[in-house]
């Protein structure tokens, strides 16, 4: 059963996460094998759901991890895992791009699959980006375009 419709797009540094995850699932699945009564009530029902439902976060996360391309984070255009600032007529706005598991707007995680995102993607410091929003057409400037994780390497970062 396939559970993706189509490949996703993850960074090295998204790859890790949900490595991690799996990593944290595995132990949750394994601790409550080792103390059924820890989970619920110790109800077999409960812990035959709890365990199910372990499994399927495990299995959707590996199908992820198999079927994902995996991109570079590193370069100066805007490109899966970059930190972008935008300038516009309400200011500065600064987001992620993300694949479309980790985004959140809210959080300033937006998708690659996004308008926005589409719009972005490939674009280079200092263009100026066209979309249209819930608000209608908007129109943005990239001021910064950076890598996430670029771990203090100062010379990948530009600013306009």
């Known amino acids: 059963m396939q559970l993706l419709q189509q490949r996703a797009l993850i960074t090295l540094q998204g790859k890790q996460e949900l490595m991690a995850e799996i990593a944290c699932l595995r132990q949750i699945r394994q601790d409550i ?14 812990i035959h759901n709890e ?18 391309t995996l991109v570079d984070d590193s370069a100066l255009v805007v490109a899966i895992g970059s930190q972008v600032t935008l300038l516009g007529e309400q200011g500065r706005e600064t987001f992620t791009i993300s694949g479309p598991l980790a985004a959140n707007p809210y959080f ?10 589409q ?19 908007r129109r943005l400037r990239i ?8 771990g203090g390497s100062g010379s990948l970062r530009r600013t306009a």
């Open 33 to 46: 094998l080792d103390d059924p009564q820890s989970c619920g009530d110790g109800d077999a029902g409960a």
């Open 108 to 117: 300033g995680n937006i998708s690659y699959e996004s308008p926005l995102g």
């Open 143 to 150: 001021v910064d375009v950076r890598p996430v994780g670029g």
């Open 51 to 68: 365990l199910s439902a372990v499994e399927k976060q495990i299995l959707r996360l590996r199908e992820v991890l198999t079927s994902a």
């Open 119 to 137: 719009a972005l993607l490939g674009r280079e410091l200092g263009d100026e980006v066209e979309w249209v929003s819930a608000k209608g057409q």
